[in-house]
């Protein structure tokens, strides 16, 4: 009777079933090749956790009679997701299924982080004290809606300031760490705001980036 | 005819082989070397390259942006670390913060700025106006600002401040921060 040993399904072969030695070492082997194969696998994983980055390959530009913009994306720079996908004509990122569609996609349960950054310049004139604004919506369609919003966000970091017409561009930034633990997929939306009355703001080709990485599984915290 | 395992290449011996010492070391160099690649993977695992740096306060006229320079190291774990920055050592995803203040009262100060650049080119910027020509003292403005890049191996990250406004330069303090998330 083989003895088993650790918890890796290992085990060693009597003392005298000498016949079933060359049996017992490709078996061995075998086990322990799918054991470190299988930690391998993790390790890699985590060297490599899904990320998508997104930035605009053209100039956007904000006119002032339509001062929020949340299409300026067009550009995947990198997705070593098998679940996350941009919809440029949307200006929506999914993570896992599109809105609406059947849960074809399920994204990995954990914890992201979602970011962006964004930098805006007036045209011509600037009217002083005029907001610009970055904002993102990480926004689960499956959650009940809490009022009196029609839909529930999990997150909404915003960076906004205010132009004292001191020349050159402006600068926006806005990060957040969120948990998913549903089914359905998720959208993250980004707005990018000027409210320049003087002039159309241009947000110039490149200067844009929206992130979402995925930090790994996390137990659930329930605080009472 | 020895057999072998699908992934590291155990050597094993197939019915009818003669069983010697010999193929018991060779089955035990082959665990040996399957071992130490999977003892690669988890080195790197634990062992991510991150760094700070530090600017104990440069002196920055109002302007243009100006590139910082660090003068002391938190800590470097597989980063190049230098006065200008970092060096990306390998492809990768990495975030990248930066925090800058100062307690420099110029006459008048309007705008804030701290950028964050890759391979020369500004990847992240955050531009704060001041509401006050005349900020208070002390520490009268902090400015964070963070993002994620892909970069690629021997990619300089480098970092910018600058102001607008009136009178002495100010003095900024900075600490910026790198940490890899994701080979590419």
Not at chain 1, 70 to 79: A, E, K, L, Y
Not at chain 1, 118 to 144: F, H, I, K, N
Not at chain 1, 146 to 165: K, L, R, W
């Amino acid at each position: 009777m083989p003895q088993t040993i650790g918890n890796h399904g290992l085990y060693c072969p009597e003392f005298d079933d000498y016949a079933a030695v060359a049996l017992y070492m490709q078996d061995l082997g075998t086990r322990i090749d799918e054991a470190l194969f299988a930690q391998q696998a993790l390790l890699e994983g985590f060297l490599a956790p899904p990320a998508i980055v997104l930035t605009n390959s053209a100039a956007v530009t904000i006119l002032t009679t339509d001062p929020a913009d949340s299409t300026i994306f067009d550009t995947v720079v990198v997705n070593t997701s098998t679940f996350m996908t941009y919809d440029a004509a949307l200006g929506e990122l999914f993570i896992g299924s599109e809105n609406g569609a059947a849960t074809t996609v399920p994204y990995l349960r954990g914890a992201y982080t979602v970011g962006a950054g964004c930098r805006m310049s007036a045209v011509g004139a600037v009217t002083v004290g005029s907001a610009r604004e970055l904002s993102l919506q990480v926004v689960d369609d499956t959650q009940p809606p809490v009022f009196p919003a029609s839909e529930f966000i999990i997150s909404t970091p915003v960076d906004s300031v205010n132009d004292q017409n001191t020349g050159g561009d402006y600068g926006l930034v806005v990060k957040s760490n969120i948990l998913l633990t549903r089914t359905s997929g998720v959208r993250v939306r980004h707005t990018m705001t000027s409210l320049n009355a003087a002039s159309n703001t241009t947000i110039p080709a490149g200067s844009a980036f929206m992130y979402v990485i995925y930090n790994g599984p996390t137990d659930i915290v329930e605080v009472a | 005819m020895p057999g072998f395992t699908p992934n590291y290449g155990i050597e094993y011996p197939c019915a009818g082989e003669v069983i010697s010492p010999a193929v018991f070391q060779t089955f035990a160099d082959d665990v040996e070397a399957a071992l130490a690649s999977v003892d690669a993977v988890s080195a790197s695992v634990l062992a991510r390259p991150r760094a700070a740096i530090r600017d104990s306060g440069t002196s920055i006229a109002f302007g243009a942006m100006t590139a910082l320079t660090f003068d002391s190291t938190d800590f470097d774990n597989g980063m190049t670390a230098a006065a200008a920055g970092f060096t990306i050592p390998s492809n990768g995803l990495y975030m990248i913060d930066l925090e800058l203040g100062s307690n420099t009262i110029p006459t008048t100060v309007t705008s804030w700025a701290g950028a964050i650049l890759l391979a020369g080119t500004v990847m992240y910027k955050r531009k704060i106006s001041e509401t006050s020509s005349t900020p208070p003292a002390p520490n009268n403005d902090e400015l964070n600002l963070s993002g994620l890049v892909s970069a690629t191996a021997g990619n300089a990250v480098t970092f910018q401040f600058g102001w607008t406004g009136t009178g002495i330069n100010l003095v900024v303090t900075a600490r910026a921060s790198i940490s890899k998330l994701c080979d590419l």
